[in-house]
Every structure is written in C-alpha cells, then in structure tokens.
C-alpha cells in the first residue's frame, strides 16, 4: 500500500471517498446523514490526514457543519474498527 502524504487537502479526500464508495459529494457533505460509512470515512479521513492544514473545528465547519465532537468521535470509531479488523484477521 502507497503512503499517504502527511497533509492532504480536504478536496482531495472529498474525492478519494466519493470515489471509493461511489458516493457524490452532496451525499457526503449533507449535514444529516447519520450512520453512512461513506461519511464516517470521510470524517475520519480529514480528520487523520488533514489536521496539519486545519484544526479539527475547522474541518467540521467545512464538512457539514458538524460539531468538534463529530469529526473527533468518527475519529476515534474508525481507529478502533481498523485494530478490530487487525485482531480478526490474525485469528
């Protein structure tokens, strides 16, 4: 798997999300779509690889707007998902 730069623009990982869940950009940026994983991978997504470039409030302003707690909540589900699927794998 490529590295992922250390800071990526928001559009780009708009972009790469949409495309990997074949999902427009008005889905992914609509303020009210809970329990979408497109979103919750964006979220995650800009969150991880944006926060060099913005501060977690301000990529929640762009994203929705949604609250500080959102962006660092999905934050924190994916992280624990990823080392859920790792302990699974190794089973």
């Known amino acids: 798997m490529p590295a992922v730069a250390a800071w990526v623009s928001l559009e780009d990982v708009v972009a790469a999300v949409g495309k990997a869940y074949n999902c427009p ?33 301000e990529l929640g302003r762009q994203l929705g707007p949604v609250s500080l707690a959102a962006v660092s909540n999905a934050r924190l589900i994916f992280y624990s998902l990823k080392f859920e699927v790792l302990i699974i794998n190794n089973l």
Do not use: F, P, V
Request: glycine share 6%; with cysteine; charged share 25%.
């Open 25 to 57: 950009k008005n889905q992914l940026l609509r303020r009210h779509n809970r329990g979408c994983e497109a979103r919750q991978a964006l979220l995650y997504l800009a969150a991880t690889h944006c926060r060099g470039r913005y501060t977690l409030a």
